[in-house]
Protein backbone atom coordinates (compact mmCIF):
# COMPACT_ATOMS: atom_id res chain seq x y z
CA UNK A 1 0.00 0.00 0.00
CA UNK A 2 1.16 3.51 -0.71
CA UNK A 3 0.46 6.83 0.10
CA UNK A 4 -1.14 8.83 -3.39
CA UNK A 5 -2.31 11.92 -2.38
CA UNK A 6 -2.19 14.25 0.26
CA UNK A 7 -5.57 17.14 0.38
CA UNK A 8 -6.17 19.82 2.81
CA UNK A 9 -10.00 20.72 2.89
CA UNK A 10 -9.97 24.17 4.59
CA UNK A 11 -13.45 24.82 5.49
CA UNK A 12 -15.22 28.68 7.07
CA UNK A 13 -18.36 30.27 7.19
CA UNK A 14 -19.26 33.44 8.94
CA UNK A 15 -20.67 33.21 12.91
CA UNK A 16 -24.09 34.64 13.57
CA UNK A 17 -22.28 36.75 16.20
CA UNK A 18 -18.94 37.45 16.94
CA UNK A 19 -16.77 35.61 20.14
CA UNK A 20 -13.82 35.47 21.84
CA UNK A 21 -11.37 35.06 24.06
CA UNK A 22 -9.02 36.74 25.75
CA UNK A 23 -6.44 37.37 22.93
CA UNK A 24 -9.24 38.50 19.79
CA UNK A 25 -12.74 38.26 18.39
CA UNK A 26 -13.20 35.74 15.71
CA UNK A 27 -16.39 36.61 13.14
CA UNK A 28 -15.80 33.36 11.13
CA UNK A 29 -15.48 29.27 11.98
CA UNK A 30 -12.89 27.35 10.61
CA UNK A 31 -11.87 24.20 10.47
CA UNK A 32 -8.60 22.14 7.98
CA UNK A 33 -9.00 18.37 7.48
CA UNK A 34 -6.63 16.63 5.88
CA UNK A 35 -7.43 13.81 3.28
CA UNK A 36 -5.01 10.58 2.93
CA UNK A 37 -5.42 8.62 -0.16
CA UNK A 38 -3.72 4.74 -0.79
CA UNK A 39 -3.14 3.43 -3.81
CA UNK A 40 -5.72 0.48 -2.37
CA UNK A 41 -8.52 3.14 -2.45
CA UNK A 42 -8.53 3.77 1.30
CA UNK A 43 -8.69 7.40 2.62
CA UNK A 44 -7.76 8.54 6.03
CA UNK A 45 -8.81 11.60 7.69
CA UNK A 46 -7.76 13.87 10.27
CA UNK A 47 -7.37 17.16 11.36
CA UNK A 48 -4.83 20.81 11.63
CA UNK A 49 -5.59 22.74 15.00
CA UNK A 50 -5.26 26.55 13.95
CA UNK A 51 -8.13 28.60 12.46
CA UNK A 52 -8.69 31.33 10.20
CA UNK A 53 -5.36 32.61 8.47
CA UNK A 54 -3.32 30.12 10.28
CA UNK A 55 -5.45 27.05 8.50
CA UNK A 56 -5.00 28.65 4.95
CA UNK A 57 -1.04 28.92 5.96
CA UNK A 58 -0.72 25.05 7.01
CA UNK A 59 -2.54 23.92 4.44
CA UNK A 60 0.68 25.25 2.19
CA UNK A 61 2.72 23.23 4.56
CA UNK A 62 0.71 19.87 4.52
CA UNK A 63 0.38 20.04 0.63
CA UNK A 64 3.76 21.55 -0.66
CA UNK A 65 6.26 20.96 2.22
CA UNK A 66 4.39 17.08 3.79
CA UNK A 67 3.15 16.14 0.54
CA UNK A 68 6.57 15.25 -1.29
CA UNK A 69 8.02 14.21 1.93
CA UNK A 70 5.63 11.24 1.81
CA UNK A 71 4.62 10.48 -1.40
CA UNK A 72 4.75 6.66 -2.86
CA UNK A 73 5.54 5.86 1.53
CA UNK A 74 3.72 2.94 3.14
CA UNK A 75 0.64 4.77 5.43
CA UNK A 76 0.73 1.75 7.95
CA UNK A 77 4.74 3.02 8.74
CA UNK A 78 2.87 5.86 10.94
CA UNK A 79 5.98 6.29 12.85
CA UNK A 80 8.53 6.17 9.81
CA UNK A 81 6.79 8.93 7.90
CA UNK A 82 6.65 10.88 10.97
CA UNK A 83 10.07 10.78 12.08
CA UNK A 84 11.01 11.53 8.29
CA UNK A 85 8.64 14.90 8.22
CA UNK A 86 9.55 15.56 11.67
CA UNK A 87 13.48 15.58 11.18
CA UNK A 88 13.50 17.05 8.05
CA UNK A 89 11.22 19.89 9.04
CA UNK A 90 13.45 20.35 12.52
CA UNK A 91 15.34 22.90 11.02
CA UNK A 92 12.14 25.30 10.60
CA UNK A 93 10.27 24.70 13.61
CA UNK A 94 9.89 21.95 15.90
CA UNK A 95 6.66 23.23 17.48
CA UNK A 96 3.90 25.45 16.09
CA UNK A 97 2.41 25.24 12.51
CA UNK A 98 5.00 22.40 10.97
CA UNK A 99 3.84 20.26 13.70
CA UNK A 100 -0.25 21.05 13.42
CA UNK A 101 0.56 20.32 10.19
CA UNK A 102 1.86 16.91 10.64
CA UNK A 103 -0.83 16.29 13.25
CA UNK A 104 -3.63 16.37 10.63
CA UNK A 105 -1.54 13.73 8.44
CA UNK A 106 -0.83 11.33 10.96
CA UNK A 107 -4.04 11.46 12.32
CA UNK A 108 -5.24 10.24 9.21
CA UNK A 109 -2.79 7.58 8.85
CA UNK A 110 -4.18 6.13 11.95
CA UNK A 111 -7.67 5.99 10.51
CA UNK A 112 -6.62 3.97 7.53
CA UNK A 113 -4.64 1.68 9.88
CA UNK A 114 -7.85 1.10 12.12
CA UNK A 115 -10.01 0.74 8.42
CA UNK A 116 -6.93 -2.19 7.27
CA UNK A 117 -7.26 -3.65 10.70
CA UNK A 118 -11.15 -3.68 10.61
CA UNK A 119 -10.75 -1.91 14.41
CA UNK A 120 -11.63 1.10 15.68
CA UNK A 121 -9.01 3.80 16.79
CA UNK A 122 -9.46 3.24 20.45
CA UNK A 123 -8.17 -0.59 19.64
CA UNK A 124 -5.39 0.26 17.84
CA UNK A 125 -3.93 2.28 21.02
CA UNK A 126 -4.16 -0.19 23.28
CA UNK A 127 -8.36 -1.06 24.19
CA UNK A 128 -11.14 0.66 25.74
CA UNK A 129 -11.30 1.32 29.18
CA UNK A 130 -14.58 2.61 29.09
CA UNK A 131 -17.35 2.71 26.34
CA UNK A 132 -18.51 6.16 27.11
CA UNK A 133 -16.95 9.35 28.56
CA UNK A 134 -18.57 12.45 30.23
CA UNK A 135 -18.73 15.19 28.69
CA UNK A 136 -18.56 18.63 30.07
CA UNK A 137 -19.84 22.20 27.97
CA UNK A 138 -18.45 24.83 27.39
CA UNK A 139 -19.36 28.26 26.67
CA UNK A 140 -19.68 31.91 28.17
CA UNK A 141 -17.02 32.99 25.66
CA UNK A 142 -16.04 37.27 25.36
CA UNK A 143 -17.95 38.92 23.30
CA UNK A 144 -17.49 42.97 21.86
CA UNK A 145 -19.55 44.40 24.56
CA UNK A 146 -19.21 46.26 28.14
CA UNK A 147 -18.03 43.94 31.14
CA UNK A 148 -21.55 44.70 32.98
CA UNK A 149 -23.73 43.20 30.05
CA UNK A 150 -21.59 39.96 30.12
CA UNK A 151 -21.75 39.64 34.19
CA UNK A 152 -25.47 39.76 33.64
CA UNK A 153 -25.48 37.33 30.73
CA UNK A 154 -23.41 34.68 31.74
CA UNK A 155 -25.30 33.15 34.57
CA UNK A 156 -27.67 32.47 32.06
CA UNK A 157 -25.73 30.79 29.90
CA UNK A 158 -24.17 28.65 32.42
CA UNK A 159 -27.54 27.39 33.36
CA UNK A 160 -28.10 26.41 30.17
CA UNK A 161 -25.70 24.57 29.86
CA UNK A 162 -25.87 22.55 33.27
CA UNK A 163 -29.62 22.25 32.00
CA UNK A 164 -28.47 20.44 28.58
CA UNK A 165 -26.98 17.97 30.71
CA UNK A 166 -23.44 18.46 31.09
CA UNK A 167 -21.30 17.32 33.75
CA UNK A 168 -19.71 20.40 34.32
CA UNK A 169 -18.74 23.73 32.57
CA UNK A 170 -16.43 25.77 31.32
CA UNK A 171 -15.92 29.75 31.10
CA UNK A 172 -13.78 32.53 29.47
CA UNK A 173 -11.79 35.18 31.49
CA UNK A 174 -9.50 37.79 29.97
CA UNK A 175 -11.19 41.32 30.36
CA UNK A 176 -8.77 42.07 33.40
CA UNK A 177 -8.24 41.20 36.60
CA UNK A 178 -11.66 42.69 38.59
CA UNK A 179 -14.15 42.27 35.74
CA UNK A 180 -13.11 38.59 35.62
CA UNK A 181 -13.67 38.08 38.90
CA UNK A 182 -17.15 39.24 38.64
CA UNK A 183 -17.55 37.07 35.56
CA UNK A 184 -16.52 33.39 37.99
CA UNK A 185 -18.51 34.76 40.43
CA UNK A 186 -21.72 35.47 38.08
CA UNK A 187 -20.88 31.97 36.29
CA UNK A 188 -20.97 30.21 40.04
CA UNK A 189 -24.34 31.62 40.67
CA UNK A 190 -26.04 30.46 37.14
CA UNK A 191 -24.53 26.80 38.12
CA UNK A 192 -25.38 26.76 41.83
CA UNK A 193 -23.32 25.28 45.05
CA UNK A 194 -22.68 21.91 43.52
CA UNK A 195 -21.96 21.79 40.19
CA UNK A 196 -18.30 21.95 38.62
CA UNK A 197 -16.81 24.61 36.37
CA UNK A 198 -13.57 25.78 35.20
CA UNK A 199 -12.02 28.97 34.57
CA UNK A 200 -10.26 29.69 31.28
CA UNK A 201 -7.49 32.23 30.57
CA UNK A 202 -5.92 31.31 27.64
CA UNK A 203 -2.80 32.70 28.80
CA UNK A 204 -3.67 36.58 29.33
CA UNK A 205 -2.58 36.96 32.84
CA UNK A 206 1.08 37.96 34.62
CA UNK A 207 1.85 36.02 37.52
CA UNK A 208 0.88 38.36 40.03
CA UNK A 209 -2.61 38.87 38.12
CA UNK A 210 -3.12 34.89 38.14
CA UNK A 211 -2.38 35.15 41.79
CA UNK A 212 -4.82 37.60 42.50
CA UNK A 213 -7.38 36.06 40.48
CA UNK A 214 -6.70 32.91 41.40
CA UNK A 215 -7.18 33.23 45.34
CA UNK A 216 -10.35 35.77 44.64
CA UNK A 217 -11.90 32.63 42.91
CA UNK A 218 -10.94 30.07 45.49
CA UNK A 219 -14.35 31.06 47.53
CA UNK A 220 -16.31 30.12 44.40
CA UNK A 221 -14.77 26.73 43.96
CA UNK A 222 -13.59 26.25 40.41
CA UNK A 223 -12.29 23.09 39.42
CA UNK A 224 -9.55 24.37 37.41
CA UNK A 225 -7.26 27.14 36.63
CA UNK A 226 -6.92 26.93 32.35
CA UNK A 227 -3.85 28.31 31.27
CA UNK A 228 -3.68 31.44 33.75
CA UNK A 229 -0.23 32.46 32.53
CA UNK A 230 1.93 32.64 28.90
CA UNK A 231 2.98 29.00 28.33
CA UNK A 232 6.55 29.79 28.58
CA UNK A 233 6.09 30.54 31.73
CA UNK A 234 6.76 27.00 33.66
CA UNK A 235 8.40 28.83 36.44
CA UNK A 236 4.65 30.69 36.83
CA UNK A 237 2.83 28.24 36.05
CA UNK A 238 4.93 25.78 38.66
CA UNK A 239 4.52 29.00 41.18
CA UNK A 240 0.84 29.42 40.92
CA UNK A 241 0.28 25.03 41.48
CA UNK A 242 2.21 25.26 44.65
CA UNK A 243 0.67 29.07 46.03
CA UNK A 244 -3.02 28.33 45.05
CA UNK A 245 -5.72 25.58 45.89
CA UNK A 246 -7.58 25.15 42.62
CA UNK A 247 -5.86 23.11 39.67
CA UNK A 248 -3.51 24.67 37.64
CA UNK A 249 -4.13 23.36 33.86
CA UNK A 250 -2.47 23.65 30.33
CA UNK A 251 -0.80 22.45 27.54
CA UNK A 252 -3.07 22.72 24.68
CA UNK A 253 -0.47 24.67 22.83
CA UNK A 254 2.14 22.52 23.71
CA UNK A 255 4.43 20.15 21.06
CA UNK A 256 5.56 16.84 20.70
CA UNK A 257 7.54 14.25 23.81
CA UNK A 258 10.57 17.27 24.01
CA UNK A 259 8.04 20.52 25.15
CA UNK A 260 5.97 17.87 26.97
CA UNK A 261 8.75 16.63 29.22
CA UNK A 262 10.19 20.31 30.12
CA UNK A 263 6.42 20.99 31.38
CA UNK A 264 5.89 17.95 33.18
CA UNK A 265 9.62 18.11 34.56
CA UNK A 266 8.88 21.60 36.22
CA UNK A 267 6.13 20.05 38.32
CA UNK A 268 3.85 22.81 36.43
CA UNK A 269 0.58 20.91 36.41
CA UNK A 270 -2.70 19.55 38.10
CA UNK A 271 -3.83 18.92 35.13
CA UNK A 272 -2.80 17.94 31.96
CA UNK A 273 -4.34 19.43 28.19
CA UNK A 274 -3.18 17.93 25.31
CA UNK A 275 -4.13 18.73 22.31
CA UNK A 276 -3.66 15.62 19.38
CA UNK A 277 -4.48 17.81 16.24
CA UNK A 278 -1.37 20.38 17.50
CA UNK A 279 0.97 18.20 19.17
CA UNK A 280 2.43 15.92 16.54
CA UNK A 281 -0.79 13.90 16.14
CA UNK A 282 -1.58 10.30 17.81
CA UNK A 283 2.08 9.11 17.29
CA UNK A 284 3.18 11.84 19.31
CA UNK A 285 0.02 12.11 21.49
CA UNK A 286 0.66 8.78 23.04
CA UNK A 287 4.48 9.37 23.89
CA UNK A 288 3.18 12.28 25.43
CA UNK A 289 0.02 10.34 27.21
CA UNK A 290 2.92 7.86 28.76
CA UNK A 291 5.01 11.39 29.51
CA UNK A 292 2.19 12.87 31.60
CA UNK A 293 1.03 9.17 33.56
CA UNK A 294 4.98 9.32 34.21
CA UNK A 295 4.44 12.06 36.17
CA UNK A 296 1.44 11.34 37.72
CA UNK A 297 -0.41 14.15 36.33
CA UNK A 298 -3.85 13.12 35.08
CA UNK A 299 -4.99 14.02 31.68
CA UNK A 300 -8.04 15.65 29.66
CA UNK A 301 -7.55 16.55 26.45
CA UNK A 302 -7.80 20.07 24.86
CA UNK A 303 -10.82 19.63 22.21
CA UNK A 304 -11.27 22.47 19.47
CA UNK A 305 -12.74 22.10 15.76
CA UNK A 306 -14.90 19.58 13.57
CA UNK A 307 -16.43 16.23 14.23
CA UNK A 308 -13.12 14.56 13.08
CA UNK A 309 -11.30 15.81 16.12
CA UNK A 310 -14.31 15.33 18.36
CA UNK A 311 -14.60 11.65 17.36
CA UNK A 312 -10.46 11.07 17.23
CA UNK A 313 -10.52 12.65 21.10
CA UNK A 314 -13.66 9.80 21.71
CA UNK A 315 -11.50 7.10 20.99
CA UNK A 316 -7.96 8.18 22.91
CA UNK A 317 -10.08 9.27 25.67
CA UNK A 318 -11.62 5.92 25.87
CA UNK A 319 -7.95 4.24 25.88
CA UNK A 320 -6.85 6.23 28.43
CA UNK A 321 -5.92 4.03 31.35
CA UNK A 322 -6.71 5.14 34.50
CA UNK A 323 -4.48 7.22 37.40
CA UNK A 324 -3.65 5.55 39.46
CA UNK A 325 -6.35 3.25 39.51
CA UNK A 326 -8.50 2.05 42.22
CA UNK A 327 -12.70 1.45 42.65
CA UNK A 328 -13.51 4.98 42.12
CA UNK A 329 -10.55 6.11 39.80
CA UNK A 330 -10.35 9.85 38.58
CA UNK A 331 -11.93 9.77 35.36
CA UNK A 332 -11.00 11.83 32.29
CA UNK A 333 -13.79 14.34 30.65
CA UNK A 334 -14.45 15.04 26.91
CA UNK A 335 -14.31 18.82 26.35
CA UNK A 336 -17.29 20.07 24.23
CA UNK A 337 -18.06 23.77 22.50
CA UNK A 338 -21.27 24.70 23.02
CA UNK A 339 -20.99 27.51 20.68
CA UNK A 340 -22.43 27.45 16.71
CA UNK A 341 -20.36 25.06 14.60
CA UNK A 342 -21.65 23.80 11.84
CA UNK A 343 -17.99 21.67 11.33
CA UNK A 344 -18.94 19.59 14.50
CA UNK A 345 -22.86 18.89 13.90
CA UNK A 346 -23.48 18.70 10.95
CA UNK A 347 -20.03 17.44 9.14
CA UNK A 348 -20.33 13.80 9.15
CA UNK A 349 -22.41 11.35 7.07
CA UNK A 350 -23.83 9.87 10.28
CA UNK A 351 -23.82 13.23 13.23
CA UNK A 352 -21.85 12.06 16.45
CA UNK A 353 -25.20 14.08 18.19
CA UNK A 354 -23.11 14.53 21.08
CA UNK A 355 -25.60 17.04 22.90
CA UNK A 356 -28.53 14.52 21.76
CA UNK A 357 -26.11 11.76 23.30
CA UNK A 358 -25.61 13.80 26.72
CA UNK A 359 -29.50 14.72 27.30
CA UNK A 360 -30.24 11.56 26.66
CA UNK A 361 -27.48 9.80 29.14
CA UNK A 362 -27.22 12.31 31.70
CA UNK A 363 -23.94 13.79 30.46
CA UNK A 364 -22.38 10.83 28.29
CA UNK A 365 -21.18 10.61 24.92
CA UNK A 366 -20.59 6.71 23.61
CA UNK A 367 -17.16 6.09 21.18
CA UNK A 368 -18.25 5.38 17.53
CA UNK A 369 -17.97 1.93 16.86
CA UNK A 370 -16.53 1.73 12.76
CA UNK A 371 -13.40 1.29 12.47
CA UNK A 372 -10.46 3.84 12.03
CA UNK A 373 -12.02 7.03 13.72
CA UNK A 374 -15.39 5.40 12.82
CA UNK A 375 -16.83 8.66 10.73
CA UNK A 376 -17.28 9.46 7.33
CA UNK A 377 -17.44 13.50 6.41
CA UNK A 378 -19.86 14.39 3.85
CA UNK A 379 -18.17 15.57 0.57
CA UNK A 380 -21.05 17.26 -0.77
CA UNK A 381 -21.10 19.79 2.90
CA UNK A 382 -17.26 19.93 2.17
CA UNK A 383 -17.70 21.78 -0.88
CA UNK A 384 -20.37 23.81 0.18
CA UNK A 385 -17.86 25.52 2.59
CA UNK A 386 -14.56 24.70 1.03
CA UNK A 387 -12.27 28.18 0.97
CA UNK A 388 -11.23 28.94 -2.71
CA UNK A 389 -7.95 27.90 -3.58
Not at 14 to 22: A, C, H, I, T, V
Not at 342 to 366: H, M, T
Request: charge should be negative; glycine fraction near 10%; hydrophobic fraction near 40%.
Amino acid sequence: MKITKVTSHVLRYDLPEPLGYSQQYYHQRTAHLVEVETDEGITGWGECFGAGNVALANRAIVEQVIQPMVLGMNPLDRDVVWHRVYNLLRDHGQKGMPIQSLSGVDIALWDIAGKVAGLPLCQMVGGRHRSRLPVYGYGMMLRPEPADELVARFPDEAAAIKGMGFVATKMKVGLGPRDDIRLIEAVRRGVGDDFRFMVDANHCYTTADAFHVGRAMEEFAPYWFEEPVAPEDHDGYRELRTGLTTNISGGEIEFNRWGWRALLEARALDIAQPEVCALGGITEYLRVLALCHAHFTPVVNHVWGSAVAVACNLHLLAAMPPLPGGLHPWEPMLEFDTTDNKFRDDLLEEPLDIQGQVARSGGFASVPEGPGLGVSPDRDFIAAYAVDR
